[in-house]
């Protein structure tokens, strides 16, 4: 069965540094997403990206954020600089739709521990 | 800004008995709505969804109710297996077509043996 995946599984980085979480999303899907969850809270909506282009993105996703596919596979998440409160799990979606029965299928995650 | 509730944090249930989730939302543009499960280290699974335009939707042991009027869905798992412990989301998404989850916080579903 087709899946998500993530790498790193876990990042550990100092304040201030970049970082870059890759995701390969599923390969007949056009819908790309990141979303990430802080420890003890609930998943929250980072970007959603289409065409090479961002539909829609959070307050979250300010401009320390970037996303990018670069290849015909990947999809990737960049924070410029992190902070310590960018410490949470970062889960890569996508599906084969936007609106309607828009099944999200995750990723198991990224880590990302800022120190 | 709380559009999605799930006002449960936790419930814990018997093995073979139902398992009830509730989730309440206050967006009446959302047009879709879906659960999640979620084992500890990995990412959400999808496990079954329902348009806003039905009341609802069933697959196998889970069935998923939508009460607009009150703004309401529900998840049953009927019978309840040990195996269907974690946490549950709902998430719902709205007409703009950009495909954006709104999750809740979460229900942790225990099931005893």
């Known amino acids: 069965e087709p899946e998500v995946t993530q790498t790193p599984s876990h990042q550990v980085t100092q304040m201030g540094q970049e970082v870059i979480l890759r995701c390969v999303p599923i390969s007949n899907h056009l819908y790309f997403y990141w979303y990430r969850q802080i420890l003890g809270q609930k998943v929250e909506f980072l970007v959603s990206?289409?065409?090479?282009?961002?539909?829609?993105k959070s307050e979250i996703f300010d401009d320390q954020f970037s996303v990018e596919r670069p290849d015909g596979s990947n999809f990737t998440l960049k924070i410029r600089s992190t902070k310590l409160e960018d410490s949470a799990m970062y889960f890569c979606a996508s599906s084969e739709r936007r609106g309607g029965p828009n099944e999200q299928y995750f990723g198991p995650g990224t880590r990302l521990t800022v120190t | 800004d709380q559009q999605v509730k799930q006002n449960s944090p936790s419930l814990s249930v018997q093995e073979g008995r139902i398992s009830i989730l509730n989730c309440d939302y206050t967006n009446s543009m959302f047009d879709y709505f879906l659960w999640y499960k979620k084992y500890p280290a990995e990412g959400p699974t999808f496990l079954i969804s329902?348009?806003?335009?039905?009341d609802k939707n069933e697959d196998g042991r889970f069935t998923v109710f939508l009460n607009k009027s009150a703004k309401h869905l529900s998840l049953h798992i009927v019978p309840s297996q040990p195996g269907d412990s974690a946490v549950y989301f709902c998430a719902a998404s709205d007409q703009s077509n950009t495909g954006k989850l709104i999750f809740g916080q979460g229900t942790t579903l225990q099931v005893k043996p």
């Open positions: 990206f289409y065409n090479n282009e961002i539909s829609e």
């Open positions: 329902i348009s806003s335009i039905k």
